[in-house]
């Protein structure tokens, strides 16, 4: 599935019109805590592009994720995540994200998405 949407991306950022900004690094550090435990960490070291196509702007990038779960050994896996927006109007844009996290069991290779709107006063 990944694939699919780094092909996607790749196609986009060598389409007509497409405005090449890259490259650039992102580190990001995502924790989570039930109530007052900790329950893990995982930072993203990624390397990406991004760009526009016509109006739209998008992003792709991938690198080495540092996992850290409460209690267990620290683990490194891959990551890597892209997206697009694309205006609306000039007060409102619309966004999408796909991101995914390898392991080290492929069952519990992880997918997530994310879609929203964007709305500026």
Known sequence: ????????????????????????????????????DYTSATTDLHVGFEGEAGNASYYIQAGPAIVAVDGEETDTQFSGKAGVGVPVSDALGVYGELSFLTADDDDDFGLGGKLGVKYNF
Do not use: C, Q
Not at 10 to 21: E, V
């Open 1 to 36: 599935m990944f694939k699919s949407v780094f092909a996607a991306a790749a196609a986009l950022s060598m389409s007509a019109g497409a405005a090449l900004a890259g490259p650039y690094v992102n580190i990001e550090t995502n924790a989570g805590w039930v109530g007052d």
